[in-house]
């Protein structure tokens, strides 16, 4: 498929970014670490992924059907690895362990998504690293947290999607509890350890503070966006419905040539305008239809007569004749739609990356946000396992001897 019109990002390794300086050394697996990573790292801190030897981070093992990769397209990997430096190193090794100690002298920020307790098994108890290195920011990323009684129980996000609510509100007409489609309790807790870990660093870097532990749970940021559902429970002992609404008119609507938008007429104002466009403007003076929650009372009566124009219009028609009267209404997107649409070549929205020598390019989400004075930048494509090993090695000062001790016994593994 030809995305011509998207922008080529070659990678440039020459340091840049607010978080320059900044080491991460990343211990963790699968989705949420590496979603709290990639943002550190496409603002300039210098991630360093710890891997095991001949296998990696599973999310490499997640792979989808292509016809040009027999073993499967890594897609998760190439996105989510991005700006990283690996190193593939047998932690069950003492050798190994005492470099990786070593490296975590270095750095100001360790993330892990072990079981509670594993850390310490390792020899890499909190306390101990900040008798040694008390500025040190540990982010402790687990599925229900480091305390409670659940603390030792395996923590998908789908268990924490189910758990927290979030299924059984988006359950389909039959009953039945539905999971998102996508890693979100993961995505969500990356984005929060993300913050989270920048205001760590402020109160180390800027207020003089000590480095700290972040519990992090995959349970309460899920818990957190879920609005105001248990709030309004416990005040008034009603659960929100599956196809509850927030306001009226809202939702997706099917046009003439069987595409679809999206509406919304969220405040009186843009309500008013919904009304005109449909043209039944004097509705909305009706006191059915004035006020939000009088027309929540009578969503399903005005649902239908905005699907009833919509379905005359095709989806171009629709959106030009809803827009010319002010009313916020947009396209409902497939894949291919999206990257077809000039407004996400123009922002670089989405990128595409050259693989090494200059080949296939990799699609995959631009940097996010975007900052003005000190932008974020694509400094490498995600790595081979173990690309960065004896370089970081030797950053660290070991000798060759030392380095090649290690990789022939395997504990080692290098490209």
Not at 96 to 109: D, P, S
Not at 292 to 305: F, G, K, V
Request: with cysteine; charged share 25%; aromatic share 6%.
């Amino acid at each position: 498929m030809d995305f011509e019109d998207l922008p080529v990002i070659t990678p440039d390794s020459e340091p840049s970014g607010p978080l320059q300086g900044v080491r991460v050394v990343d211990l963790s697996r699968l989705v949420a670490g590496n979603m709290l990573t990639l943002q550190l790292a496409d603002f300039g801190a210098d991630v360093i992924k710890l891997e095991s030897p001949g296998r990696g981070d599973t999310l490499r093992e997640w792979r989808e059907a292509h016809p040009d990769h027999p073993e499967g397209f890594d897609g998760w990997w190439r996105v989510y690895g991005r700006n990283k430096r690996s190193l593939a190193l047998d932690l069950r090794d003492a050798e190994a362990m005492r470099w990786l100690k070593k490296l975590i002298e270095t750095a100001q920020v360790l993330v892990e998504s072990f079981r509670p307790g594993t850390l310490e098994a390792m020899g890499l108890a909190p306390a101990a690293l900040h008798a040694t290195h008390p500025g040190l920011i540990i982010v402790r990323l687990s599925g229900w947290g480091q305390t409670g009684p659940y603390r030792e129980l395996a923590g998908f996000g789908s268990l924490i999607e189910g758990f927290s609510g979030f299924a059984h509100k988006h359950r389909a007409a039959t009953g039945e509890p539905r999971l998102p489609n996508l890693a979100l309790a993961d995505m969500v807790t990356g984005l929060t350890g993300a913050h989270a870990t920048l205001a760590a660093l402020r109160e180390v870097e800027v207020r003089g503070g000590r480095g700290q532990v972040i519990d992090l749970s995959l349970l309460e940021p899920m818990l957190a966006i879920m609005g105001p559902d248990v709030t309004h429970f416990a005040a008034t002992g009603l659960a929100a419905e599956a196809d509850q609404k927030i306001s009226s008119p809202r939702g997706t609507f099917q046009c003439r040539d069987g595409r679809w938008v999206s509406m919304s007429g969220s405040t009186d104002s843009m309500a008013r305008r919904v009304f005109q466009a449909i043209g039944q403007e004097s509705l909305f003076d009706e006191p059915r239809f004035n006020t939000n929650a009088a027309r929540l009372a009578h969503d399903q009566e005005l649902t239908q007569l905005i699907a009833t124009t919509i379905a005359g219009l095709d989806q171009a028609e629709c959106l030009d004749h809803f827009r010319r009267h002010g009313v916020t209404v947009g396209p409902v997107y497939d894949a291919e739609q999206l990257l077809g649409d000039a407004h996400i070549a123009a922002r670089g929205s989405y990128i595409r990356v050259p693989d090494d020598g200059g080949g296939a390019e990799t699609l995959m989400h631009g940097i996010t946000p975007k900052l003005a004075g000190t932008p974020g930048q694509l400094r490498r494509r995600a790595p081979v396992r173990g690309e960065h090993g004896v370089e970081l090695l030797n950053e660290l000062g070991a000798t060759a001897e030392q380095i090649a001790s290690l990789k022939q016994r395997g504990k080692l593994e290098s490209t």
